[in-house]
C-alpha cells in the first residue's frame, strides 16, 4: 500500500510540475503584457517578455521592482487593489488606466488586476494594454466631429439620415436648430413635417411620400419660422446601398441670406434698368430740347456778326466771339454726351472682326493729320478678335487720337498698336482659369502724364489740361473707352510718366460669341 501510495502520489507531483511548466509557458509566451506583482509591497515578482519590451528593459532587471522602477505611478498598485476586490465582489474587471514614458514619449495603457486566489493579499496577475494608438485615433475622432460640428454652425447647413430597413432617422444637432427645435429629440417624418412652415406643411409632406415610394435624389425647399422670423430651408439628399443597406443620406441650409441676396440683386437689377431707362430719355433730351436753343444762339450770333460787323468796336466783337466759342463747347459737350449714353444703352451685337483690317482702316481715316504733322502709326496686329465692330472701332480711333494729339509742338507724333491671342488676361475671381482675350496696347512717345494721374483719366469730362491749352477735346473720350471695354467684359490700364509717353492695354475676351 505505501508503495502505491507513492507511486500515485509521484504521478501526481509530475502532473502538477507538467501544469505548472504549460502555465509558466503561456504566461512567458503570451502576447499579452502580463505580471504578477505582490499587493502588499508593489514589487514585481514575475513578467513576461512581452510586459518587459512594454516597460522598455529587461525581465531579469524587472523582478523585485516597484511599479515605480517601471515608470508607473505611486498609486497604481493600490488602484489595482482596489479594482481586483471590485472583481471579487462584481464578477467584471475595471481596467485602471495609467501611463509610461518610454523613449521620450508618453504612451496610455489600460491595466486589468486579477487576484491569484481568494486571499486578500495574495499576488495580483495584471494584464497590461497599450491603448495610446487608440487614444489618439479617438482624439483625432474627437477634434474632426468638433470641427464638423463647428463648420455646420457657421454654413448653417445641418445633416440627416433615413435607414429605409428600419425607418429610423438621424438628425445632426445643426438640423435640429435650422427648424428651431432642441437637439436630442426623437427624429421622424412627423417631426419633419411639424417644424415646417404652415403653408408648407402639405408640399413637404407630399415630397417625403414620394421619396419614400420611388427612393432617389431629393430636392426640396421649403419655410420655418424660428422667433417670429421665417427662414428659408434647401434640402437635398441621395439614395445610398441597396436592399437592406439602403439609406438616405442629405444635408439641408439655411438659405435665407442667399434668397434675400438674391431678391436685392433683382431689385437692383430693376434700378438699372429704370435708370437706363431715364439715360435713354436724358439722350432724347439732349438731342432735342438742349441742342434746340443751342442751334439759335449759335445762328442769331452768326447773323450778328454778318450783319453788324462793321458797328460793333472791339469790346463788343471779343464779347460776341466768347458767346460763339461757348456755344461751339456746349455743342461739343452735348454730342459727346450723347455719344456716351449710346455706349451705354445700344444693344451689343458681337461679331468677329479682323484686327487688322480695322486698324488699317482708321490709320487711313488719320491720313490728313498725319500728313500735317509728319506722324506715323506703326501696327504690329494679328488675329482675329470678338467684339461689337462699331464700338471696339470706336475705342481704337479714342486711343489712337489721343496719341497722335498729346505730342511736343516741333515733334512728329509716333504711336503704335499691338495686338494678339492670349492666355494671360486676369482671371475671373470665381474661375482660376485664365480666359483667353485680344490684347490690344496702343503707346505713343508723346508729352505723358504722372503715374498718379492715370487712375482719374477714365472720369468723364476729366482734363489734365485747362481749355486755353494748345490741346483740345472735351474730357469724354477716355470715359468712352472704358465703358466699351466694361461692357466687352474686358480690361483697360494705362501706364504713363511726364514726358516719356503713355500706354494703354486693353484686354477684351475673345470667347463672347459662345457666352450664354
Same mark, same amino acid.
Given at each position: 500500500?505505501?508503495?502505491?501510495?507513492?507511486?500515485?502520489?509521484?504521478?501526481?507531483?509530475?502532473?502538477?510540475?507538467?501544469?505548472?511548466?504549460?502555465?509558466?509557458?503561456?504566461?512567458?509566451?503570451?502576447?499579452?503584457?502580463?505580471?504578477?506583482?505582490? $499587493?502588499?509591497?508593489?514589487?514585481?515578482?514575475?513578467?513576461?517578455?512581452?510586459?518587459?519590451?512594454?516597460?522598455?528593459?529587461?525581465?531579469?532587471?524587472?523582478?523585485?521592482?516597484?511599479?515605480?522602477?517601471?515608470?508607473?505611478?505611486?498609486?497604481?498598485?493600490?488602484?489595482?487593489?482596489?479594482?481586483?476586490?471590485?472583481?471579487?465582489?462584481?464578477?467584471?474587471?475595471?481596467?485602471?488606466?495609467?501611463?509610461?514614458?518610454? @523613449?521620450?514619449?508618453?504612451?496610455?495603457?489600460?491595466?486589468?488586476?486579477?487576484?491569484?486566489?481568494?486571499?486578500?493579499?495574495?499576488?495580483?496577475?495584471?494584464?497590461?494594454?497599450?491603448?495610446?494608438?487608440?487614444?489618439?485615433?479617438?482624439?483625432?475622432?474627437?477634434?474632426?466631429?468638433?470641427?464638423?460640428?463647428?463648420?455646420?454652425?457657421?454654413?448653417?447647413?445641418?445633416?440627416?439620415?433615413?435607414?429605409?430597413?428600419?425607418?429610423?432617422?438621424?438628425?445632426?444637432?445643426?438640423?435640429?436648430?435650422?427648424?428651431?427645435?432642441?437637439?436630442?429629440?426623437?427624429?421622424?417624418?412627423?417631426?419633419?413635417? &411639424?417644424?415646417? =412652415?404652415?403653408?408648407?406643411?402639405?408640399?413637404?409632406?407630399?415630397?417625403?411620400?414620394?421619396?419614400?415610394?420611388?427612393?432617389?435624389?431629393?430636392?426640396?425647399?421649403?419655410?420655418?419660422?424660428?422667433?417670429?422670423?421665417?427662414?428659408?430651408?434647401?434640402?437635398?439628399?441621395?439614395?445610398?446601398?441597396?436592399?437592406?443597406?439602403?439609406?438616405?443620406?442629405?444635408?439641408?441650409?439655411?438659405?435665407?441670406?442667399?434668397?434675400?441676396?438674391?431678391? *436685392?440683386?433683382?431689385?437692383?437689377?430693376?434700378?438699372?434698368?429704370?435708370?437706363?431707362?431715364?439715360?435713354? *430719355?436724358?439722350?432724347?433730351?439732349?438731342?432735342?430740347?438742349?441742342?434746340?436753343?443751342?442751334?439759335?444762339?449759335?445762328?442769331?450770333?452768326?447773323?450778328?456778326?454778318?450783319? =453788324?460787323?462793321?458797328?460793333?468796336?472791339?469790346?463788343?466783337?471779343?464779347?460776341?466771339?466768347?458767346?460763339?466759342?461757348?456755344? &461751339?463747347?456746349?455743342?461739343?459737350?452735348?454730342?459727346?454726351?450723347?455719344?456716351?449714353?449710346?455706349?451705354?444703352?445700344?444693344?451689343?451685337?458681337?461679331? *468677329?472682326?479682323?484686327?487688322?483690317?480695322?486698324?488699317?482702316?482708321?490709320?487711313?481715316?488719320?491720313?490728313? $493729320?498725319?500728313?500735317?504733322?509728319?506722324?506715323?502709326?506703326?501696327?504690329?496686329?494679328?488675329?482675329?478678335?470678338?467684339?461689337?465692330?462699331?464700338?471696339?472701332?470706336?475705342?481704337?480711333?479714342?486711343?489712337?487720337?489721343?496719341?497722335?494729339?498729346?505730342?511736343?509742338?516741333?515733334?512728329?507724333?509716333?504711336?503704335?498698336?499691338?495686338?494678339?491671342?492670349?492666355?494671360?488676361?486676369?482671371?475671373?475671381?470665381?474661375?482660376?482659369?485664365?480666359?483667353?482675350?485680344?490684347?490690344?496696347?496702343?503707346?505713343?512717345?508723346?508729352?505723358?502724364?504722372?503715374?498718379?494721374?492715370?487712375?482719374?483719366?477714365?472720369?468723364?469730362?476729366?482734363?489734365?489740361?485747362?481749355?486755353?491749352?494748345?490741346?483740345?477735346?472735351?474730357?469724354?473720350?477716355?470715359?468712352?473707352?472704358?465703358?466699351?471695354? &466694361?461692357?466687352?467684359?474686358? &480690361?483697360?490700364?494705362?501706364?504713363?510718366?511726364? @514726358?516719356?509717353?503713355?500706354?494703354?492695354?486693353?484686354?477684351?475676351?475673345?470667347?463672347?460669341?459662345?457666352?450664354?
Amino acid at each position: 500500500d505505501f508503495c502505491l501510495s507513492r507511486g500515485l502520489g509521484d504521478v501526481y507531483k509530475r502532473q502538477l510540475e507538467a501544469r505548472a511548466r504549460r502555465y509558466e509557458r503561456m504566461f512567458d509566451e503570451a502576447p499579452e503584457a502580463l505580471a504578477l506583482m505582490c $499587493r502588499v509591497s508593489g514589487r514585481v515578482i514575475e513578467i513576461n517578455e512581452t510586459a518587459a519590451e512594454l516597460f522598455g528593459t529587461s525581465r531579469k532587471r524587472c523582478l523585485g521592482e516597484h511599479v515605480q522602477e517601471l515608470g508607473l505611478g505611486a498609486a497604481v498598485i493600490g488602484q489595482l487593489s482596489e479594482r481586483a476586490r471590485a472583481r471579487q465582489d462584481h464578477g467584471f474587471p475595471e481596467p485602471v488606466a495609467c501611463s509610461i514614458t518610454r @523613449g521620450g514619449e508618453e504612451r496610455a495603457l489600460l491595466a486589468f488586476a486579477s487576484p491569484m486566489t481568494d486571499d486578500s493579499e495574495s499576488p495580483l496577475c495584471v494584464a497590461f494594454h497599450d491603448v495610446t494608438d487608440h487614444e489618439r485615433a479617438l482624439s483625432h475622432m474627437r477634434t474632426y466631429h468638433e470641427q464638423f460640428l463647428r463648420a455646420q454652425a457657421l454654413t448653417q447647413v445641418g445633416s440627416w439620415e433615413i435607414d429605409l430597413k428600419t425607418g429610423q432617422w438621424f438628425w445632426s444637432d445643426q438640423l435640429f436648430r435650422l427648424h428651431g427645435l432642441e437637439p436630442g429629440r426623437t427624429a421622424d417624418a412627423a417631426l419633419w413635417i &411639424e417644424s415646417v =412652415y404652415e403653408d408648407d406643411k402639405l408640399r413637404v409632406r407630399d415630397a417625403l411620400e414620394a421619396a419614400f415610394v420611388t427612393p432617389s435624389c431629393f430636392e426640396l425647399s421649403y419655410r420655418v419660422e424660428i422667433d417670429g422670423e421665417i427662414h428659408m430651408i434647401e434640402t437635398m439628399g441621395e439614395l445610398r446601398g441597396e436592399g437592406a443597406e439602403a439609406a438616405f443620406y442629405g444635408t439641408s441650409q439655411d438659405v435665407t441670406e442667399r434668397v434675400r441676396s438674391v431678391d *436685392e440683386l433683382r431689385a437692383y437689377a430693376d434700378q438699372l434698368e429704370l435708370a437706363n431707362q431715364d439715360l435713354q *430719355e436724358f439722350a432724347c433730351v439732349a438731342s432735342h430740347d438742349l441742342q434746340e436753343p443751342l442751334r439759335k444762339v449759335m445762328a442769331f450770333s452768326d447773323r450778328l456778326r454778318s450783319r =453788324y460787323s462793321d458797328q460793333l468796336d472791339d469790346r463788343a466783337q471779343d464779347y460776341l466771339a466768347r458767346v460763339q466759342g461757348s456755344a &461751339e463747347r456746349m455743342k461739343t459737350l452735348i454730342e459727346d454726351l450723347l455719344e456716351l449714353s449710346r455706349v451705354a444703352t445700344n444693344t451689343h451685337h458681337v461679331e *468677329e472682326i479682323d484686327a487688322r483690317a480695322m486698324i488699317e482702316d482708321l490709320v487711313d481715316m488719320f491720313e490728313v $493729320r498725319l500728313e500735317s504733322t509728319g506722324g506715323r502709326v506703326e501696327v504690329e496686329v494679328e488675329g482675329m478678335m470678338e467684339g461689337d465692330p462699331v464700338q471696339l472701332r470706336q475705342l481704337l480711333q479714342n486711343l489712337i487720337s489721343n496719341g497722335l494729339k498729346f505730342h511736343e509742338p516741333g515733334t512728329p507724333p509716333l504711336v503704335r498698336v499691338f495686338g494678339r491671342v492670349t492666355d494671360e488676361a486676369p482671371a475671373s475671381i470665381l474661375d482660376l482659369t485664365p480666359r483667353r482675350s485680344y490684347e490690344l496696347v496702343v503707346e505713343d512717345e508723346g508729352i505723358g502724364m504722372p503715374q498718379e494721374m492715370c487712375g482719374c483719366i477714365f472720369e468723364p469730362f476729366k482734363r489734365l489740361h485747362g481749355r486755353s491749352s494748345k490741346y483740345d477735346g472735351s474730357g469724354i473720350g477716355l470715359a468712352i473707352c472704358r465703358k466699351i471695354v &466694361e461692357r466687352h467684359g474686358g &480690361e483697360i490700364r494705362v501706364d504713363s510718366a511726364k @514726358g516719356l509717353g503713355t500706354r494703354f492695354t486693353v484686354h477684351v475676351p475673345i470667347d463672347l460669341l459662345s457666352a450664354p
